[in-house]
């Protein structure tokens, strides 16, 4: 028995393309001990630090950033926060995040300054640290905000050192998509 070769390929075709769906795809998860929803990416955003770009010592390892934005919903009323994680390598040690003013989201329209919040303790967090030597934080972010990161073509991240100079963060691609994408998916969409 012949199978026609059309079906097949358009069948090998819509497997591939959900196979290699974005590891950053926005997910929702219910945590059954409070009942809080969230929504969030797979996987969060993976920011490379300017050491990347320069030449660096062998045995030396540069410091990486993620960040993810993340809403919560509590029978129906909507927060949203943005979760920050620096991995220092042996570069430059970054300080407190959790700071004030230690944080920085630098956009086309400007820098803006984030403020570290408590964020609601569930069973499964949003994201998970990529290095256990690593820091992390959640901050305070509105949907404005959001819809800044979504629309801006330059997201980086400037992270306060323990000397006091900046460690700087972006990302290796375009991250306009991966954000509206998330948007749309929580229903996130015009003024």
Request: some cysteine; aromatic content about 6%.
């Given at each position: 028995?012949?199978?026609?070769?059309?079906?097949v390929?358009?069948?090998?075709?819509?497997?591939?393309?959900?196979a290699?769906g974005?590891?950053t795809r926005?997910v929702?998860?219910?945590d059954?001990?409070t009942?809080v929803?969230f929504?969030?990416?797979?996987?969060?955003?993976e920011?490379?630090?300017?050491?990347?770009?320069a030449?660096?010592?062998?045995?030396?390892?540069?410091?990486?950033?993620?960040l993810?934005?993340?809403?919560?919903?509590?029978?129906?009323?909507l927060?949203y926060?943005?979760?920050?994680?620096?991995?220092?390598g042996n570069d430059?040690q970054?300080?407190?995040?959790h700071?004030?003013?230690a944080?920085t989201l630098l956009?086309?329209?400007?820098?803006?300054?984030?403020s570290?919040?408590?964020?609601p303790?569930l069973?499964?967090?949003p994201?998970?640290?990529a290095?256990s030597?690593g820091?992390?934080?959640y901050?305070g972010?509105?949907?404005?905000?959001?819809?800044?990161?979504a629309?801006?073509?330059?997201l980086?991240?400037?992270?306060?050192?323990?000397?006091?100079?900046?460690l700087?963060?972006?990302?290796?691609g375009d991250?306009r998509?991966v954000?509206t994408?998330?948007?749309?998916?929580?229903g996130?969409?015009g003024?």
């Amino acid at each position: 028995m012949r199978i026609p070769g059309i079906p097949v390929i358009l069948l090998i075709g819509f497997a591939a393309g959900c196979a290699g769906g974005s590891s950053t795809r926005p997910v929702e998860v219910l945590d059954p001990r409070t009942a809080v929803t969230f929504g969030a990416l797979k996987e969060p955003i993976e920011l490379l630090s300017g050491a990347h770009s320069a030449v660096l010592v062998p045995g030396r390892r540069a410091s990486f950033a993620y960040l993810g934005p993340v809403e919560w919903n509590r029978s129906g009323v909507l927060s949203y926060g943005l979760w920050v994680h620096i991995a220092p390598g042996n570069d430059r040690q970054p300080g407190d995040i959790h700071a004030p003013a230690a944080i920085t989201l630098l956009l086309d329209d400007g820098p803006l300054t984030l403020s570290p919040i408590e964020a609601p303790v569930l069973g499964r967090p949003p994201y998970r640290p990529a290095a256990s030597w690593g820091q992390s934080a959640y901050f305070g972010v509105d949907v404005q905000t959001l819809r800044r990161m979504a629309a801006s073509g330059k997201l980086e991240l400037a992270v306060r050192t323990a000397d006091g100079s900046t460690l700087s963060f972006s990302p290796a691609g375009d991250t306009r998509a991966v954000l509206t994408r998330y948007l749309e998916t929580r229903g996130i969409t015009g003024d």
